[in-house]
Protein backbone atom coordinates (compact mmCIF):
# COMPACT_ATOMS: atom_id res chain seq x y z
CA UNK A 1 0.00 0.00 0.00
CA UNK A 2 1.24 3.68 -0.36
CA UNK A 3 1.47 6.87 1.55
CA UNK A 4 -0.07 9.87 1.04
CA UNK A 5 3.01 12.45 -0.69
CA UNK A 6 0.89 15.51 -1.47
CA UNK A 7 -2.28 17.29 -0.35
CA UNK A 8 -3.97 20.10 -2.75
CA UNK A 9 -6.45 22.28 -2.07
CA UNK A 10 -7.85 23.61 -5.91
CA UNK A 11 -10.88 26.74 -5.30
CA UNK A 12 -14.06 25.66 -7.59
CA UNK A 13 -16.58 28.05 -8.65
CA UNK A 14 -20.24 27.51 -9.34
CA UNK A 15 -23.09 29.30 -10.53
CA UNK A 16 -26.48 28.25 -9.36
CA UNK A 17 -29.07 27.20 -12.61
CA UNK A 18 -31.57 30.04 -10.82
CA UNK A 19 -31.35 31.30 -7.05
CA UNK A 20 -31.49 29.31 -4.53
CA UNK A 21 -33.54 30.70 -1.50
CA UNK A 22 -34.37 29.24 1.82
CA UNK A 23 -35.87 31.25 5.12
CA UNK A 24 -32.50 33.00 5.81
CA UNK A 25 -31.69 34.62 2.09
CA UNK A 26 -30.28 33.32 -0.92
CA UNK A 27 -27.40 32.26 -3.16
CA UNK A 28 -26.48 32.38 -6.87
CA UNK A 29 -22.90 30.79 -6.18
CA UNK A 30 -20.91 28.86 -4.29
CA UNK A 31 -17.30 28.25 -3.68
CA UNK A 32 -16.18 24.78 -3.26
CA UNK A 33 -12.54 23.60 -2.06
CA UNK A 34 -11.49 20.40 -4.40
CA UNK A 35 -9.24 18.40 -2.30
CA UNK A 36 -6.99 15.81 -4.13
CA UNK A 37 -4.70 13.07 -1.87
CA UNK A 38 -2.20 12.14 -3.98
CA UNK A 39 -0.23 8.84 -3.15
CA UNK A 40 3.38 7.77 -4.04
CA UNK A 41 2.56 5.00 -6.16
CA UNK A 42 0.78 8.01 -8.07
CA UNK A 43 -2.96 7.30 -7.14
CA UNK A 44 -5.24 10.44 -6.74
CA UNK A 45 -8.12 10.31 -4.16
CA UNK A 46 -10.80 13.24 -4.96
CA UNK A 47 -12.76 14.54 -2.03
CA UNK A 48 -14.77 18.25 -1.99
CA UNK A 49 -15.06 20.81 0.76
CA UNK A 50 -18.59 22.97 0.39
CA UNK A 51 -18.36 25.02 3.30
CA UNK A 52 -21.32 26.97 4.75
CA UNK A 53 -21.21 29.87 6.81
CA UNK A 54 -24.58 29.13 7.94
CA UNK A 55 -24.18 25.93 9.16
CA UNK A 56 -20.46 25.90 10.10
CA UNK A 57 -18.96 29.04 10.19
CA UNK A 58 -16.81 28.33 7.25
CA UNK A 59 -15.46 30.20 4.62
CA UNK A 60 -13.50 28.85 1.40
CA UNK A 61 -10.71 31.33 2.28
CA UNK A 62 -10.49 29.21 6.22
CA UNK A 63 -10.20 26.23 4.37
CA UNK A 64 -7.72 27.66 1.99
CA UNK A 65 -5.39 28.11 4.78
CA UNK A 66 -5.51 25.07 6.22
CA UNK A 67 -4.10 23.49 3.68
CA UNK A 68 -0.41 23.15 5.16
CA UNK A 69 -1.83 22.17 8.19
CA UNK A 70 -3.97 18.83 7.37
CA UNK A 71 -0.04 18.46 4.83
CA UNK A 72 1.50 18.33 8.75
CA UNK A 73 -0.92 16.21 10.21
CA UNK A 74 -1.47 13.18 7.39
CA UNK A 75 1.41 13.52 4.90
CA UNK A 76 3.09 10.45 4.58
CA UNK A 77 0.50 8.08 6.07
CA UNK A 78 -0.48 4.80 4.88
CA UNK A 79 -3.67 5.29 3.02
CA UNK A 80 -4.92 2.08 4.26
CA UNK A 81 -4.55 2.88 8.28
CA UNK A 82 -7.50 5.38 7.26
CA UNK A 83 -8.71 5.19 10.70
CA UNK A 84 -5.22 6.95 11.96
CA UNK A 85 -6.25 9.54 9.36
CA UNK A 86 -9.79 9.35 10.61
CA UNK A 87 -8.20 9.81 14.20
CA UNK A 88 -6.05 12.50 13.15
CA UNK A 89 -8.39 14.79 11.39
CA UNK A 90 -11.20 14.31 13.89
CA UNK A 91 -9.28 17.74 14.99
CA UNK A 92 -10.22 19.47 12.62
CA UNK A 93 -13.99 20.49 14.93
CA UNK A 94 -14.33 23.96 13.90
CA UNK A 95 -13.76 22.74 9.87
CA UNK A 96 -16.09 19.85 9.53
CA UNK A 97 -16.57 20.17 5.65
CA UNK A 98 -12.87 19.86 5.61
CA UNK A 99 -12.54 17.17 7.32
CA UNK A 100 -14.96 15.38 5.28
CA UNK A 101 -13.26 16.33 2.24
CA UNK A 102 -9.42 14.96 3.40
CA UNK A 103 -11.28 11.97 4.94
CA UNK A 104 -13.72 11.16 1.45
CA UNK A 105 -10.10 11.74 -0.68
CA UNK A 106 -8.05 9.27 1.11
CA UNK A 107 -10.98 6.54 1.10
CA UNK A 108 -11.08 7.27 -3.07
CA UNK A 109 -7.19 6.38 -3.28
CA UNK A 110 -7.71 3.52 -0.83
CA UNK A 111 -10.51 2.11 -2.78
CA UNK A 112 -8.47 2.66 -6.15
CA UNK A 113 -5.44 0.94 -5.09
CA UNK A 114 -7.58 -1.90 -4.11
CA UNK A 115 -9.57 -1.99 -7.03
CA UNK A 116 -13.21 -1.49 -5.44
CA UNK A 117 -15.92 0.90 -5.30
CA UNK A 118 -16.42 3.67 -2.41
CA UNK A 119 -19.93 2.40 -1.87
CA UNK A 120 -18.13 -0.88 -1.91
CA UNK A 121 -15.56 0.13 1.07
CA UNK A 122 -18.57 1.31 3.00
CA UNK A 123 -20.57 -2.04 2.95
CA UNK A 124 -22.11 -2.44 -0.29
CA UNK A 125 -25.34 -2.53 0.94
CA UNK A 126 -27.39 -0.66 -2.26
CA UNK A 127 -26.07 -0.23 -5.56
CA UNK A 128 -29.34 2.23 -5.89
CA UNK A 129 -31.01 5.02 -4.05
CA UNK A 130 -33.64 7.53 -4.97
CA UNK A 131 -33.15 11.55 -4.41
CA UNK A 132 -35.72 14.25 -3.43
CA UNK A 133 -35.73 17.96 -5.11
CA UNK A 134 -36.12 20.95 -3.53
CA UNK A 135 -38.63 23.66 -3.98
CA UNK A 136 -37.03 27.09 -2.55
CA UNK A 137 -38.72 29.76 -0.69
CA UNK A 138 -40.40 31.98 -3.26
CA UNK A 139 -43.49 33.29 -4.47
CA UNK A 140 -46.62 30.74 -3.91
CA UNK A 141 -46.88 30.77 -7.69
CA UNK A 142 -42.61 30.18 -8.66
CA UNK A 143 -42.93 27.55 -5.72
CA UNK A 144 -46.01 25.89 -7.33
CA UNK A 145 -44.46 25.95 -10.63
CA UNK A 146 -41.21 24.62 -9.74
CA UNK A 147 -42.77 21.73 -8.07
CA UNK A 148 -44.63 20.64 -10.72
CA UNK A 149 -41.72 20.56 -13.21
CA UNK A 150 -39.94 18.65 -10.87
CA UNK A 151 -43.21 16.36 -10.51
CA UNK A 152 -42.79 16.28 -14.33
CA UNK A 153 -39.06 15.40 -14.27
CA UNK A 154 -40.29 12.12 -12.62
CA UNK A 155 -39.55 12.99 -9.25
CA UNK A 156 -41.71 11.67 -6.56
CA UNK A 157 -40.38 13.29 -3.24
CA UNK A 158 -40.23 17.13 -3.08
CA UNK A 159 -38.49 18.61 -0.91
CA UNK A 160 -40.29 22.13 0.38
CA UNK A 161 -38.40 24.95 2.11
CA UNK A 162 -40.29 27.06 4.40
CA UNK A 163 -40.09 29.48 7.55
CA UNK A 164 -40.80 33.02 6.04
CA UNK A 165 -44.10 33.42 6.03
CA UNK A 166 -46.32 31.27 7.65
CA UNK A 167 -49.86 32.05 6.18
CA UNK A 168 -47.63 31.40 2.32
CA UNK A 169 -46.17 28.58 3.20
CA UNK A 170 -49.37 26.85 4.05
CA UNK A 171 -50.65 27.54 1.18
CA UNK A 172 -47.80 27.01 -1.06
CA UNK A 173 -47.74 23.95 0.71
CA UNK A 174 -51.54 22.90 0.69
CA UNK A 175 -51.40 23.97 -3.63
CA UNK A 176 -47.96 22.09 -3.90
CA UNK A 177 -49.97 18.88 -2.31
CA UNK A 178 -52.61 19.11 -4.76
CA UNK A 179 -51.01 19.81 -7.81
CA UNK A 180 -48.28 16.97 -7.23
CA UNK A 181 -50.92 13.83 -6.22
CA UNK A 182 -48.97 10.76 -5.02
CA UNK A 183 -45.93 12.60 -4.05
CA UNK A 184 -43.85 12.28 -0.80
CA UNK A 185 -42.98 15.24 1.00
CA UNK A 186 -40.35 16.74 3.04
CA UNK A 187 -40.97 20.02 4.33
CA UNK A 188 -38.05 21.88 5.87
CA UNK A 189 -37.98 25.65 8.14
CA UNK A 190 -34.44 25.57 8.50
CA UNK A 191 -34.91 26.56 12.37
CA UNK A 192 -37.34 29.83 11.09
CA UNK A 193 -40.35 29.34 12.93
CA UNK A 194 -41.46 29.92 16.26
CA UNK A 195 -42.41 27.18 19.15
CA UNK A 196 -45.60 28.17 18.10
CA UNK A 197 -45.72 28.61 14.64
CA UNK A 198 -44.03 25.16 14.07
CA UNK A 199 -47.01 23.41 16.47
CA UNK A 200 -49.56 25.45 14.96
CA UNK A 201 -48.09 24.46 11.26
CA UNK A 202 -48.38 21.10 11.60
CA UNK A 203 -51.85 20.67 13.31
CA UNK A 204 -53.00 23.09 10.31
CA UNK A 205 -51.12 20.93 7.62
CA UNK A 206 -53.22 17.81 9.28
CA UNK A 207 -56.30 19.26 10.30
CA UNK A 208 -57.04 20.05 6.38
CA UNK A 209 -55.89 16.40 5.25
CA UNK A 210 -51.98 17.09 4.18
CA UNK A 211 -49.94 14.24 4.96
CA UNK A 212 -45.98 15.17 4.87
CA UNK A 213 -43.23 12.75 5.75
CA UNK A 214 -41.46 14.69 7.39
CA UNK A 215 -41.31 18.01 9.06
CA UNK A 216 -37.23 19.34 9.30
CA UNK A 217 -35.57 21.48 11.63
CA UNK A 218 -38.60 23.39 13.02
CA UNK A 219 -36.90 25.33 15.39
CA UNK A 220 -33.50 27.06 16.32
CA UNK A 221 -30.54 24.46 15.96
CA UNK A 222 -29.66 25.71 20.34
CA UNK A 223 -33.75 24.62 21.31
CA UNK A 224 -33.58 21.32 22.03
CA UNK A 225 -36.65 21.33 24.25
CA UNK A 226 -38.41 23.40 21.60
CA UNK A 227 -37.73 20.23 18.76
CA UNK A 228 -38.92 17.92 21.47
CA UNK A 229 -42.42 19.94 22.33
CA UNK A 230 -43.25 19.88 18.60
CA UNK A 231 -41.89 16.51 18.12
CA UNK A 232 -44.87 15.74 20.95
CA UNK A 233 -47.05 17.49 19.71
CA UNK A 234 -46.89 16.83 15.76
CA UNK A 235 -48.92 14.36 13.53
CA UNK A 236 -45.61 14.03 11.59
CA UNK A 237 -41.85 12.96 12.45
CA UNK A 238 -39.61 15.79 13.59
CA UNK A 239 -35.94 15.73 12.10
CA UNK A 240 -32.61 17.06 13.14
CA UNK A 241 -30.67 18.71 10.79
CA UNK A 242 -28.90 22.13 12.08
CA UNK A 243 -29.11 21.14 15.83
CA UNK A 244 -27.02 17.79 14.58
CA UNK A 245 -23.10 17.83 13.45
CA UNK A 246 -21.25 15.11 15.93
CA UNK A 247 -21.63 12.38 17.24
CA UNK A 248 -22.08 14.29 20.23
CA UNK A 249 -25.11 15.87 19.11
CA UNK A 250 -26.54 12.59 18.14
CA UNK A 251 -26.38 11.13 21.52
CA UNK A 252 -27.94 14.55 23.76
CA UNK A 253 -30.84 14.53 21.03
CA UNK A 254 -31.86 10.79 21.53
CA UNK A 255 -30.95 11.20 25.29
CA UNK A 256 -33.56 14.24 25.75
CA UNK A 257 -35.95 12.03 22.90
CA UNK A 258 -36.01 15.34 21.14
CA UNK A 259 -36.89 13.88 17.03
CA UNK A 260 -37.55 11.32 15.15
CA UNK A 261 -35.17 11.64 12.38
CA UNK A 262 -31.54 12.55 12.08
CA UNK A 263 -30.55 14.18 8.27
CA UNK A 264 -26.98 13.35 8.24
CA UNK A 265 -24.15 15.58 5.88
CA UNK A 266 -20.96 15.01 5.27
CA UNK A 267 -20.45 18.80 5.56
CA UNK A 268 -21.86 19.02 9.15
CA UNK A 269 -19.69 15.74 10.24
CA UNK A 270 -17.21 14.55 8.36
CA UNK A 271 -17.20 10.79 7.36
CA UNK A 272 -16.15 9.22 11.00
CA UNK A 273 -18.88 11.38 12.88
CA UNK A 274 -21.25 10.49 10.50
CA UNK A 275 -20.61 6.22 10.59
CA UNK A 276 -20.89 7.11 14.08
CA UNK A 277 -24.13 9.05 13.91
CA UNK A 278 -25.53 5.77 11.85
CA UNK A 279 -24.80 3.37 14.52
CA UNK A 280 -26.35 5.47 17.45
CA UNK A 281 -29.65 6.20 15.29
CA UNK A 282 -29.88 2.48 14.39
CA UNK A 283 -29.60 1.68 18.39
CA UNK A 284 -32.42 4.03 19.48
CA UNK A 285 -34.56 3.09 16.27
CA UNK A 286 -33.99 6.69 14.97
CA UNK A 287 -34.39 7.09 11.16
CA UNK A 288 -32.16 8.78 8.65
CA UNK A 289 -32.20 10.97 6.16
CA UNK A 290 -28.74 12.05 4.29
CA UNK A 291 -28.55 15.55 2.59
CA UNK A 292 -26.42 17.99 1.25
CA UNK A 293 -24.85 21.76 1.40
CA UNK A 294 -24.37 23.02 -1.63
CA UNK A 295 -21.57 20.03 -3.26
CA UNK A 296 -21.12 19.57 -6.87
CA UNK A 297 -21.16 16.08 -8.41
CA UNK A 298 -17.80 15.18 -7.61
CA UNK A 299 -18.89 16.38 -3.74
CA UNK A 300 -22.12 14.62 -3.84
CA UNK A 301 -20.46 11.84 -4.97
CA UNK A 302 -19.12 11.30 -1.30
CA UNK A 303 -22.61 11.22 0.16
CA UNK A 304 -23.90 9.25 -2.73
CA UNK A 305 -21.22 6.74 -1.71
CA UNK A 306 -21.73 7.06 1.50
CA UNK A 307 -25.65 6.15 1.71
CA UNK A 308 -25.51 3.38 -1.16
CA UNK A 309 -22.38 1.46 0.86
CA UNK A 310 -24.43 1.92 4.44
CA UNK A 311 -28.21 1.47 3.34
CA UNK A 312 -29.81 2.61 5.67
CA UNK A 313 -31.18 5.69 4.77
CA UNK A 314 -35.16 6.62 4.50
CA UNK A 315 -34.82 9.85 2.66
CA UNK A 316 -32.22 11.12 0.52
CA UNK A 317 -31.93 14.37 -0.18
CA UNK A 318 -28.67 14.93 -2.38
CA UNK A 319 -29.98 17.34 -5.09
CA UNK A 320 -27.34 20.08 -4.68
CA UNK A 321 -25.33 19.17 -7.98
CA UNK A 322 -28.55 19.36 -10.01
CA UNK A 323 -28.89 23.10 -9.24
CA UNK A 324 -25.19 23.76 -10.00
CA UNK A 325 -23.86 24.98 -13.21
CA UNK A 326 -20.97 22.22 -14.53
CA UNK A 327 -19.29 22.17 -17.03
CA UNK A 328 -18.14 18.50 -16.64
CA UNK A 329 -20.27 15.72 -14.66
CA UNK A 330 -17.45 13.77 -12.39
CA UNK A 331 -19.15 12.08 -10.32
CA UNK A 332 -18.86 8.30 -10.21
CA UNK A 333 -22.44 7.56 -10.33
CA UNK A 334 -25.31 7.52 -12.92
CA UNK A 335 -28.69 10.17 -12.60
CA UNK A 336 -31.10 8.45 -14.22
CA UNK A 337 -34.31 10.81 -13.20
CA UNK A 338 -34.67 10.58 -9.75
CA UNK A 339 -32.52 7.49 -9.08
CA UNK A 340 -28.97 7.36 -8.93
CA UNK A 341 -26.89 4.28 -9.35
CA UNK A 342 -23.79 3.10 -8.60
CA UNK A 343 -21.47 -0.06 -9.46
Same mark, same amino acid.
Request: charged share 35%; net charge negative.
Given at each position: MSRIKDIRFILKKYTYKRPFCIAYGFVTETENIEIEVITESGIVGYGESAPSFRINGET? &?? +??????????? +???? &???HYREIFNITDKLLSSPSLKAGVQFAVIDALCKECEIDAWEFFG???NEIETDRTVSVRSIEDRIEEAIEIYKEGFRIIKIKVGEDLNKDLEAVYE +??? #?? &????YIVDANENYTLKDAVYFVKKLYSNGIDISVFEQPVSRYDIEGLKYVRFNSPFPICADESLKTKYNALKL??? &????? *? #?IKLMKSGISDAIAIVELAKTANIKLMIGCVSESSIGINQSVQFACGIGCFD *????????MLEESDFRGSFRQVGSKILVG
Open positions: P &EM +ILALESKVKDM +ILDK &EIRGVK +ICR #NT &EGCRIKE &EAVDM *F #N *FCDLDSHL
